[in-house]
Protein backbone atom coordinates (compact mmCIF):
# COMPACT_ATOMS: atom_id res chain seq x y z
CA UNK A 1 0.00 0.00 0.00
CA UNK A 2 1.12 3.41 -0.78
CA UNK A 3 1.93 5.83 2.23
CA UNK A 4 3.32 8.96 3.39
CA UNK A 5 4.70 9.58 6.92
CA UNK A 6 5.38 12.75 8.64
CA UNK A 7 6.40 11.35 11.88
CA UNK A 8 6.41 14.48 13.82
CA UNK A 9 2.55 16.62 14.66
CA UNK A 10 4.56 19.60 15.75
CA UNK A 11 8.13 21.15 14.75
CA UNK A 12 9.34 24.08 17.35
CA UNK A 13 12.33 26.36 15.77
CA UNK A 14 13.06 29.42 16.99
CA UNK A 15 13.67 32.48 14.13
CA UNK A 16 16.52 32.28 12.79
CA UNK A 17 17.42 29.25 13.52
CA UNK A 18 17.47 26.49 10.78
CA UNK A 19 14.14 24.31 10.24
CA UNK A 20 13.65 20.60 9.37
CA UNK A 21 9.98 19.18 8.42
CA UNK A 22 10.10 15.11 7.95
CA UNK A 23 8.99 13.42 5.60
CA UNK A 24 9.27 9.62 4.61
CA UNK A 25 7.23 7.85 2.21
CA UNK A 26 6.69 3.76 1.24
CA UNK A 27 5.25 3.68 -2.86
CA UNK A 28 5.91 1.69 -5.63
CA UNK A 29 8.08 3.03 -8.45
CA UNK A 30 10.23 6.31 -8.71
CA UNK A 31 7.56 9.09 -7.89
CA UNK A 32 7.12 12.83 -7.76
CA UNK A 33 7.57 14.10 -4.34
CA UNK A 34 5.53 17.56 -3.30
CA UNK A 35 5.37 19.79 -0.33
CA UNK A 36 2.72 22.14 0.30
CA UNK A 37 1.88 24.94 2.90
CA UNK A 38 -1.10 25.75 4.73
CA UNK A 39 -1.79 28.49 6.47
CA UNK A 40 -5.08 29.00 8.85
CA UNK A 41 -8.51 29.00 7.18
CA UNK A 42 -6.54 28.51 3.18
CA UNK A 43 -6.27 26.01 1.21
CA UNK A 44 -2.60 24.26 -0.16
CA UNK A 45 -0.50 26.14 -1.36
CA UNK A 46 2.49 24.37 -3.71
CA UNK A 47 5.99 24.81 -2.22
CA UNK A 48 8.20 23.20 -4.24
CA UNK A 49 8.22 19.31 -5.74
CA UNK A 50 11.19 16.62 -7.17
CA UNK A 51 10.83 14.76 -9.86
CA UNK A 52 14.49 14.08 -11.23
CA UNK A 53 17.76 15.13 -11.22
CA UNK A 54 19.93 17.13 -8.14
CA UNK A 55 18.61 15.95 -4.94
CA UNK A 56 18.19 19.36 -3.31
CA UNK A 57 15.33 21.16 -4.94
CA UNK A 58 14.78 24.83 -4.42
CA UNK A 59 11.43 26.11 -4.16
CA UNK A 60 9.36 29.29 -2.66
CA UNK A 61 10.11 31.45 0.06
CA UNK A 62 13.42 29.93 0.45
CA UNK A 63 12.28 26.27 1.48
CA UNK A 64 14.27 23.45 -0.22
CA UNK A 65 13.76 19.76 0.01
CA UNK A 66 16.28 17.10 -0.12
CA UNK A 67 15.22 13.32 -1.28
CA UNK A 68 17.18 10.49 -0.20
CA UNK A 69 16.20 7.89 -2.23
CA UNK A 70 17.97 4.51 -0.29
CA UNK A 71 16.25 6.58 2.91
CA UNK A 72 13.10 6.96 0.62
CA UNK A 73 12.81 10.22 2.41
CA UNK A 74 12.13 13.89 0.99
CA UNK A 75 13.01 16.40 3.54
CA UNK A 76 11.81 20.03 3.94
CA UNK A 77 14.54 22.41 4.98
CA UNK A 78 15.01 25.85 5.50
CA UNK A 79 18.27 27.90 7.04
CA UNK A 80 17.02 30.45 8.85
CA UNK A 81 13.33 30.30 9.78
CA UNK A 82 10.93 33.21 10.24
CA UNK A 83 7.68 33.43 12.30
CA UNK A 84 5.60 34.00 9.70
CA UNK A 85 6.70 30.23 8.37
CA UNK A 86 4.87 28.84 11.22
CA UNK A 87 1.75 27.07 9.26
CA UNK A 88 0.94 23.35 8.59
CA UNK A 89 3.01 21.58 6.20
CA UNK A 90 2.07 18.72 4.20
CA UNK A 91 4.62 16.23 1.76
CA UNK A 92 2.86 14.45 -0.97
CA UNK A 93 3.96 12.10 -3.90
CA UNK A 94 2.45 11.15 -6.77
CA UNK A 95 3.49 7.57 -8.09
CA UNK A 96 0.82 7.58 -10.55
CA UNK A 97 -0.64 9.44 -12.84
CA UNK A 98 -2.27 12.33 -10.99
CA UNK A 99 -3.07 10.35 -7.71
CA UNK A 100 -1.42 12.13 -4.62
CA UNK A 101 -1.24 10.46 -1.87
CA UNK A 102 -0.81 13.29 1.28
CA UNK A 103 1.12 12.76 4.91
CA UNK A 104 -0.97 13.98 7.73
CA UNK A 105 0.78 17.18 8.06
CA UNK A 106 3.30 19.00 10.57
CA UNK A 107 2.26 21.95 12.31
CA UNK A 108 5.52 24.21 12.62
CA UNK A 109 5.94 26.94 15.04
CA UNK A 110 8.31 29.41 14.51
CA UNK A 111 9.13 31.79 17.91
CA UNK A 112 10.68 35.16 17.88
CA UNK B 1 -2.02 33.24 -11.62
CA UNK B 2 -4.57 29.89 -11.11
CA UNK B 3 -7.97 30.26 -8.91
CA UNK B 4 -9.51 27.60 -7.22
CA UNK B 5 -13.28 28.92 -6.36
CA UNK B 6 -15.55 26.96 -4.18
CA UNK B 7 -18.28 28.28 -3.34
CA UNK B 8 -19.01 28.40 0.33
CA UNK B 9 -16.18 28.72 3.01
CA UNK B 10 -18.96 27.92 6.11
CA UNK B 11 -21.92 25.42 5.56
CA UNK B 12 -23.84 24.22 7.73
CA UNK B 13 -26.65 21.56 6.86
CA UNK B 14 -28.85 19.09 8.64
CA UNK B 15 -28.75 15.34 8.66
CA UNK B 16 -30.17 13.31 5.94
CA UNK B 17 -29.95 16.42 3.72
CA UNK B 18 -28.71 16.52 0.43
CA UNK B 19 -25.62 18.71 0.13
CA UNK B 20 -24.02 20.43 -2.80
CA UNK B 21 -20.59 22.02 -2.99
CA UNK B 22 -19.12 23.75 -6.28
CA UNK B 23 -16.09 24.28 -7.13
CA UNK B 24 -14.71 26.51 -9.86
CA UNK B 25 -11.36 26.38 -11.92
CA UNK B 26 -10.21 29.59 -13.82
CA UNK B 27 -6.91 28.26 -15.84
CA UNK B 28 -8.61 25.34 -18.01
CA UNK B 29 -7.23 22.30 -16.15
CA UNK B 30 -7.85 19.08 -17.53
CA UNK B 31 -7.87 17.28 -13.72
CA UNK B 32 -9.98 18.16 -10.62
CA UNK B 33 -9.84 16.48 -7.01
CA UNK B 34 -12.08 16.56 -4.38
CA UNK B 35 -10.32 15.76 -0.81
CA UNK B 36 -11.58 15.92 2.90
CA UNK B 37 -9.08 17.08 5.45
CA UNK B 38 -9.39 16.10 8.70
CA UNK B 39 -7.01 16.25 11.87
CA UNK B 40 -4.29 13.95 12.21
CA UNK B 41 -5.32 12.30 8.89
CA UNK B 42 -4.23 14.59 6.30
CA UNK B 43 -6.25 14.69 2.80
CA UNK B 44 -8.38 11.63 1.56
CA UNK B 45 -8.81 11.59 -2.26
CA UNK B 46 -12.57 11.34 -2.55
CA UNK B 47 -13.15 11.18 -6.24
CA UNK B 48 -10.98 12.65 -9.03
CA UNK B 49 -12.19 14.16 -13.01
CA UNK B 50 -9.33 13.82 -15.69
CA UNK B 51 -11.93 15.33 -18.34
CA UNK B 52 -15.82 16.60 -18.78
CA UNK B 53 -17.84 13.38 -17.89
CA UNK B 54 -15.66 11.29 -16.52
CA UNK B 55 -15.04 10.46 -12.78
CA UNK B 56 -12.64 7.62 -10.86
CA UNK B 57 -13.05 6.82 -7.11
CA UNK B 58 -10.37 8.13 -4.73
CA UNK B 59 -10.08 6.08 -1.39
CA UNK B 60 -13.51 7.35 0.27
CA UNK B 61 -15.93 7.92 -1.88
CA UNK B 62 -19.01 6.12 0.06
CA UNK B 63 -21.73 8.59 0.56
CA UNK B 64 -20.28 11.17 -1.94
CA UNK B 65 -21.01 11.44 -5.68
CA UNK B 66 -19.42 14.31 -8.18
CA UNK B 67 -20.69 15.45 -11.26
CA UNK B 68 -18.47 17.39 -13.81
CA UNK B 69 -20.88 18.61 -16.72
CA UNK B 70 -18.17 21.85 -17.67
CA UNK B 71 -14.44 21.48 -17.87
CA UNK B 72 -14.20 24.70 -15.25
CA UNK B 73 -16.47 23.05 -12.63
CA UNK B 74 -16.76 20.00 -10.30
CA UNK B 75 -19.17 19.25 -7.85
CA UNK B 76 -19.28 17.24 -4.98
CA UNK B 77 -23.03 15.29 -3.53
CA UNK B 78 -23.70 14.45 -0.22
CA UNK B 79 -26.64 12.11 -1.18
CA UNK B 80 -27.68 12.10 2.46
CA UNK B 81 -25.51 13.81 4.72
CA UNK B 82 -24.28 12.11 8.16
CA UNK B 83 -22.75 13.64 11.31
CA UNK B 84 -19.77 11.73 10.10
CA UNK B 85 -18.92 13.90 7.37
CA UNK B 86 -18.79 16.78 9.36
CA UNK B 87 -15.38 17.97 8.13
CA UNK B 88 -12.88 20.51 5.90
CA UNK B 89 -13.84 19.75 1.97
CA UNK B 90 -10.92 20.75 -0.05
CA UNK B 91 -10.88 21.22 -3.94
CA UNK B 92 -8.24 20.75 -6.39
CA UNK B 93 -7.06 21.00 -9.84
CA UNK B 94 -4.14 20.31 -12.13
CA UNK B 95 -3.09 20.04 -15.37
CA UNK B 96 -2.25 16.83 -17.19
CA UNK B 97 1.80 16.57 -17.67
CA UNK B 98 4.02 13.60 -17.96
CA UNK B 99 2.54 11.06 -14.95
CA UNK B 100 1.32 13.34 -12.60
CA UNK B 101 4.45 15.93 -12.14
CA UNK B 102 2.01 18.60 -12.31
CA UNK B 103 1.41 19.99 -8.95
CA UNK B 104 -2.36 20.43 -7.80
CA UNK B 105 -3.85 23.86 -6.88
CA UNK B 106 -6.30 24.31 -4.07
CA UNK B 107 -9.09 26.38 -3.07
CA UNK B 108 -9.67 27.55 0.68
CA UNK B 109 -11.82 25.04 1.26
CA UNK B 110 -15.57 24.29 2.51
CA UNK B 111 -15.69 23.95 6.38
CA UNK B 112 -18.86 21.47 6.18
CA UNK B 113 -20.50 21.07 9.70
CA UNK B 114 -23.52 18.33 9.64
CA UNK B 115 -25.85 18.50 12.57
Known amino acids: AQSVAQPEDQVNVAEGNPLTVKCTYSVSGNPYLFWYVQYPNRGLQFLLK??????LVKGSYGFEAEFNKSQTSFHLKKPSALVSDSALYFC??????????FGSGTKLNVKP | DVKVTQSSRYLVKRTGEKVFLECVQDMDHENMFWYRQDPGLGLRLIYFSYDVKMKEKGDIPEGYSVSREKKERFSLILESASTNQTSMYLC??????????????FGDGTRLSIL
Open chain 2, 92 to 105: ASSLTGGQGNQPQH
Open chain 1, 92 to 101: AVCPDFNKFY
Open chain 1, 50 to 55: YITGDN
